[in-house]
């Protein structure tokens, strides 16, 4: 599969398959007045950022975790869990979209009609071609700096979820685990679990049966 960026400026504009899409010239007011509602349109310090159409198993991918977390987060009364294309503004300038975030009770005051201006405890992004590079470090370290404790990058083309847990060490980088099956125990979100295995199942298993083993367990 074609892997590949596509940039829009002043003076250049490249189309390729899978591509992500950085228009400059935006401002964060602007942001909010004109990106469409129903597409995932981010922005980073002045730019607009589009990707290309997410696959079908990357919505399914989505959904299904999207279950799993909601249901243990309403039982448990800890908060809610949000999809994009709602928005995370880390700081004023840096609104991301997350396929699926974590808005602790506690933090409930910090949602507002067009974005969630809190930091999540978990962040859970589904990887697409055209947005792995951007996931899994622009996103990384951005998630990082701005304290998210813990942030999980799904791969579903290599089969890997990428675990990133917040050190003890203030100044240094996540720790990242990855995961090809086994349980991965959520550190954010006390309680929560997967089996990795799961998300590489055709088709995946079903979200009820799933949630009787994480409750029950």
Same mark, same amino acid.
């Given at each position: 599969?074609s892997?590949?960026?596509?940039?829009?400026?002043?003076?250049?504009?490249? *189309? &390729?398959?899978?591509?992500?899409?950085?228009?400059?010239?935006?401002?964060?007011?602007?942001? !909010? #007045?004109?990106?469409?509602?129903? %597409?995932?349109?981010?922005?980073?310090?002045?730019?607009? +950022?589009?990707?290309?159409?997410? =696959?079908?198993?990357?919505q399914?991918?989505?959904?299904f975790? *999207?279950?799993?977390?909601?249901a243990?987060?309403?039982?448990?009364?800890?908060?809610?869990?949000?999809?994009?294309?709602a928005?995370?503004?880390?700081?004023?300038? &840096?609104?991301?979209?997350?396929?699926? !975030?974590?808005?602790?009770?506690? #933090?409930?005051?910090?949602?507002?009609? #067009?974005?969630f201006?809190g +930091?999540?405890?978990?962040?859970?992004?589904?990887?697409?071609?055209?947005?792995? /590079?951007?996931d &899994?470090? *622009?996103?990384?370290?951005?998630?990082?700096? /701005?304290?998210?404790?813990?942030? %999980?990058?799904?791969?579903?083309?290599?089969t890997? @979820? /990428?675990?990133?847990?917040?050190? $003890?060490?203030?100044?240094?980088?996540?720790?990242v *685990? +990855?995961?090809?099956?086994?349980?991965?125990? =959520?550190?954010?979100?006390?309680? !929560?679990?997967?089996?990795?295995? %799961? @998300?590489?199942? $055709?088709?995946?298993?079903?979200? @009820?049966?799933? &949630?009787?083993? +994480?409750?029950?367990?």
């Amino acid at each position: 599969m074609s892997l590949a960026v596509k940039v829009i400026g002043p003076e250049r504009e490249e *189309t &390729l398959h899978a591509f992500l899409l950085r228009i400059p010239g935006w401002t964060e007011e602007r942001y !909010f #007045q004109e990106a469409p509602e129903m %597409w995932f349109v981010e922005f980073e310090d002045g730019e607009l +950022i589009m990707h290309s159409p997410v =696959s079908i198993r990357h919505q399914e991918v989505v959904r299904f975790l *999207t279950i799993l977390l909601q249901a243990f987060v309403a039982r448990r009364q800890i908060g809610r869990v949000l999809n994009g294309p709602a928005v995370v503004r880390l700081r004023p300038g &840096l609104n991301y979209e997350p396929d699926i !975030f974590v808005v602790p009770a506690e #933090q409930s005051d910090r949602l507002e009609p #067009q974005s969630f201006s809190g +930091i999540p405890p978990l962040v859970i992004e589904v990887i697409s071609p055209g947005t792995r /590079h951007h996931d &899994l470090e *622009t996103k990384a370290a951005n998630y990082r700096k /701005h304290g998210v404790a813990e942030y %999980w990058a799904v791969d579903p083309e290599h089969t890997a @979820l /990428h675990q990133h847990l917040l050190p $003890e060490d203030p100044a240094a980088p996540y720790r990242v *685990t +990855i995961h090809t099956h086994g349980r991965v125990e =959520s550190q954010a979100i006390p309680g !929560f679990w997967i089996d990795a295995a %799961w @998300l590489w199942q $055709e088709p995946l298993p079903d979200e @009820l049966r799933c &949630l009787e083993q +994480i409750l029950t367990r």
